[in-house]
Each structure stands twice: as C-alpha cells, then as structure tokens.
C-alpha cells in the first residue's frame, strides 16, 4: 500500500519523477542538418524524446491543385514511428497525429515569408523516433530549426514548450508520466522577436489564475529553449568569421548583377 | 533613434540589422521601422541598404542568368527543364533552333532528348509562370562531356570570387574549363583526368569553406601543393 502510495506521487521532496526541479526544463541537444538529402534537416533529443526533421523545398506542389497563386503552399506531416512509444504503434495516421500535423504547421506558418514563393510547396516531416511527453513542443521547435536550415526565409524562428500542473503545482515541461498521471498539460509555441503566440493549447483543468501561471511559465520556458536554438545554429554554421579579411568580402559580391 | 548591426556578423531569422531610417534589402524584410534578417547568413549593407548574405538558400531565376539544367520532359513544341530551381522551366523549340521547327519532319528528340544536361540563359522570370530559356546565344547548348558539381546557389558568388578573382585563378592554375550555372551547378572540363580531379576537390573546399576568410591563399596553396605532389611522382618513376 505505501508503496503505491509512493509511486503515484508525481514530486516528493521538491523533486520531480526524473530527479527535476519543478521548473526546470529537460536535456536539450540540437543536431543540425543530419540528413544530407533533404534541403534541411534537424534531430532533437528533448529529454527521452528523439525526433528527426526534414525539410523539401520551395519545390513544385504535387498534386498540382494546391499550388496557390500568391504564396507557397505548406505542409505538415508529424508522425510517430511504430517503435517510438512503449506499446507498439500502428503506423499509419492515428488521429492525434493529424491533429498535430495540423497545429505544427499553423504554429510555423505564421513565422515563414510564403510569399516569396507563389506555386510553390514547403514540406516539413516530422518522425518521433522515441517519445517521452512533449513531442508536439520538440517537434515544433526542431522544425523551425530545420527550416533555417533549408534556407527557407522567415520571419523568426519558433520556439515552443509546455507546461502543466502535477500533483497540485504549476511545473515546466511535463514528461510522458507526468502528462499521463498529471491534471494539465499547457503546450505553447511562441516567435521570440515579437512574443506572438503561435500555439496554444490545454489538456485537463486548471483555473484561470493557474493557467495564467502555467503560460508564463511555458514562456520563460520557451526563451530558455530559444537560446538553445540559437546555440545550435550558431555551431552549425557560425565558424563564419564575424572579423573577414578582404577575401570574404565577395561572399554574395553579386559579381553577376 | 537609429541603429546598425556591424557589416558581415553571423545572424539568424528574425535578428535585428537595422532601425531608424534603412531599407531592407535581399533576406530581410521590414517591420515597422527596424529591418529584421529573415535567412542565416552575415548581415553587411550598402548605404541605408541593409542585406543578408545568406549561407544557403534556393536559387531563383533571373533573366540573364547562366544555368546548367537537366531535360526532364518534353511536350509538342518545348522542352521542361529542371534548373534545382523551386520552377521547372520551359525551352521552345523555336529558342533552340534558327530555324522554323517542323514536327512532321523531325522529331524533337533528335534535338534534345529527356536526361540530355544543357547549358542554357534564362530569357524571364517573373514567378507567375516558370522560367523560360534560350540556347540562342553562342556558348549555349548540349553539354556532352565534363564533371559536374552541385553547390549551394547562394556560394556561387564566392566561387567567383571578386571581379572574378577565384575563378581566373582556378582556371589558370588548373587549366580546367569551369562553367558555372547560377543555379549552382558547375560544369569542369579538361584535358587532363588529374586536373579535372583536382578541380572537382578544390570545388568542394571552395563549398565547404565559403565562409571563410582567407580562401583564395589557402586554396592556391593546395593548388601548388598537390601540383608538385604530382611532379614528383614523376620525376621518381
């Protein structure tokens, strides 16, 4: 009995299931540009959670009917593989995953310049390798990172992460346990430079001053992992020398204008 | 109150460049009165022109460009061209030949043929229907024998360096023919299978390493090495 007790408590002492504090994020580690056939391309490993990337395009829409005349046409595909949660998954769509599918891209929309590229498609699939709580925030977050990654112009990044609220206490970024046995769940994508709130969702109760503090806390979560973004980039691509001799001058020189 | 990021600093989507009274060039875009990046690459500017150089991207056609492209299809009277750009673009016939062309009488493939590489000049572009291209012009057509390399459309620039200053020196030192497409594509060809070799790796270097300062020394450098690498087996057998 008291050891039953025991493990249904989500925090003793202060100290979250994996020996977290309540607001403290997981393990974050950004990998950019993994995949050498896609035009971008990001890994993320939140935590438990391993998720790949892979960005295509600008490129001809297929089926041709959904090309629109004055922007490009984006697409979202999240999908979990059989092998990424503790029960088998079946593998074709579940309708979660289309509901995610479907959140992710109007979370990235907004932060991508379509216009640039009327006729034209943007792909993004996202595959969970493993799950633990909190795909659909690592998912968004590596997506925007894979879109830099492909060159595609916007106008931020986007970042995202959740919040929730476990055994009676606003804590941050929930994992499968706590989101399994926990009261709430607050997932929130932001883009930094304006603060726009690109996603926003809630799973189970929470009152109105809780939820307040819960999506300030996703918040404050979401710029940690924003400088974590930015860190990744910066590795993948920053050796670029902010001191360049003459010689780099004629990066982009536009000799052909 | 006005502000400017320093030339040529490392940014990402969404960093400020500018504020105050600037215009946003290429990879930037403006809101309200600050100019903000919208690609990776290093921030420089022109005047109140302020610009990203983006360290990849996706080549779109302008008219004038040079482009080496891959025939994917054919339909009575033109050709579809695949520039690795987001639009597939079309070559009449009649930008082909000087010539009326006569379905009765010759067969398109005769011309060009579906996998055939070409060397074309994008005559317009104005994103409401696909590029279209000329051969035209002398210099122009089939590609029938060379290596070829891909890189990021958006490092051709480097590779031809300024007024050209990487692209004479490879050519000179190397003695190789380098046509470069603007789509980022580029055609090498020589006499010699181990200069052509050697091309094919400096042009990589050259993809790799864009970014960096230096470039031109450290490239004729590896030049010269591996010139006399080449002498001195030579010389010993």
Redesign the interface.
């Known amino acids: 009995m008291a050891k039953k007790a025991a493990s249904e408590k989500l925090i003793r002492k202060g100290v979250r299931t994996d020996g977290r504090k309540p607001t403290e994020l997981r393990n974050i580690r950004i990998d950019v540009g993994p995949l050498e056939r896609a035009d971008g391309s990001a890994y993320i490993e939140w935590g438990k959670n391993k998720i790949l990337v892979a960005v295509y395009g600008p490129r001809e829409v297929h089926p041709r009917h959904l090309a629109r005349p004055d922007r490009a046409f984006f697409r979202c595909r999240y999908h979990m593989a059989p092998f990424s949660t503790a029960e088998r998954k079946r593998p074709a769509p579940s309708r979660r995953e289309i509901e995610l599918s479907k959140v992710t891209r109007v979370a990235l929309e907004p932060a991508i310049i379509t216009e640039l590229f009327p006729r034209t498609g943007i792909d993004v699939f996202i595959e969970v390798l493993q799950s633990d709580g909190g795909t659909r925030c690592a998912g968004i977050t590596a997506s925007s990172i894979a879109l830099a990654d492909a060159g595609v112009p916007m106008r931020d990044l986007v970042v995202a992460c959740a919040a929730g609220k476990i055994d009676g206490q606003i804590v941050l970024d929930l994992n499968e346990i706590e989101d399994q046995d926990g009261e709430a769940d607050v997932p929130v994508a932001i883009m930094p430079r304006t603060g726009g709130i690109s996603l926003l969702q809630m799973d189970g109760i929470l009152s109105p001053a809780e939820f307040k503090e819960a999506l300030a806390l996703a918040l404050d979560g979401c710029k940690q992992v924003y400088e974590r973004q930015k860190d990744a980039l910066k590795g993948a691509y920053g050796q670029a020398d902010t001191s360049m001799d003459e010689e780099g001058d004629s990066v982009g020189g536009d000799t052909h204008e | 109150m006005s502000y400017l990021i320093?030339k040529?600093?490392?940014v990402?989507?969404?960093d400020l460049l500018a504020e105050g009274d600037y215009h946003a060039g290429?990879?930037a875009?403006k809101?309200s009165n600050k100019v903000?990046a919208?690609?990776?690459g290093?921030s420089?500017n022109v005047g109140r022109n302020v610009y990203v150089?983006?360290?990849?991207?996706?080549y779109l056609p302008r008219a004038g460009?040079m482009v080496i492209g891959t025939v994917v299809d054919m339909r009575l009277g033109n050709w579809s061209v695949d520039i690795n750009a987001?639009?597939?673009a079309i070559l009449f016939t009649n930008e082909v030949l000087d010539r009326p062309f006569n379905s009765r009488r010759e067969e398109m493939t005769g011309i060009l043929d579906v996998g055939d590489l070409i060397l074309a000049k994008v005559l317009s572009f104005d994103?409401?229907r696909g590029p279209a291209l000329t051969l035209r012009e002398s210099g122009l057509g089939k590609i029938v024998h060379g290596s070829i390399v891909r890189m990021?459309p958006?490092?051709?620039?480097?590779l031809?360096?300024?007024?050209?200053?990487?692209i004479n020196m490879l050519t000179r030192e190397l003695g190789c023919h380098i046509t470069i497409g603007?789509n980022g594509v580029i055609l090498v060809s020589g006499k010699n299978p181990k200069m052509e070799a050697l091309t094919l790796q400096i042009l990589h270097l050259i993809e790799a390493e864009?970014?960096?300062?230096?470039?031109?020394?450290r490239v004729t450098e590896l030049i010269k090495q591996e010139k006399s690498g080449e002498h001195g087996e030579k010389s010993s057998e």
Do not use: W
Not at chain 2, 154 to 158: C, D
Not at chain 2, 160 to 166: E, L, N, P, T
Not at chain 2, 210 to 217: E, I, K, R, V, Y
């Open positions: 320093e040529r600093t490392f990402l989507p969404g290429r990879n875009f809101d903000y919208s690609m990776i290093l420089d150089v983006a360290l990849k991207g996706c460009d987001p639009y597939e994103r409401t990021t958006t490092k051709i620039p480097r031809i360096g300024r007024k050209g200053s990487m603007q864009a970014h960096t300062s230096g470039l031109t020394d």
